[in-house]
């Protein structure tokens, strides 16, 4: 037997379109020789450079998770963003004065879950309330 599909409308492609231009930025930043206008100060440029790099692959993943939950299932999302993660790095690989990191990928793995973990929380959060305003309404 096969399994029914969702059918996809305007507003499920909507919901996709941030995904697709966040993609784009963070493919853009990665093919700069140097992504930052003025280097940072030699000791704070490791803390940054992580905390940027949770940040742009929390924040894919959880909009991957917005765009594409009601319709893909969740470990194709989660594979999807790390994949992502990883193309990222090959990619600064060819790239001059850019390097293939396996902590990059690491720590691009962990904004991922964070990503995920943050958009379970949000969904919750949001049935919850949701819940709440219909039963008021009774």
Known sequence: MSEIKPKWNYTDYLKTLPVVILGIIIFYFSSLSNPYPTPPPGQ?????????????????SFLIFFGFFSKVKPYYLLTISFFYAL???????????????????????VGVVFGFISYLLVKKLYMSF??????NRV
């Open 44 to 60: 704070i440029a490791p803390i940054l450079n992580t905390f940027l790099h949770i940040c742009e692959f929390g924040l894919l």
């Open 87 to 109: 193309l990222d790095e090959i990619h600064q690989f060819f790239v001059p004065y850019r390097y293939f990191d396996i902590y990059d990928i690491i720590i691009d793995s």
């Open 130 to 135: 949701k819940g709440k305003q219909e039963n």
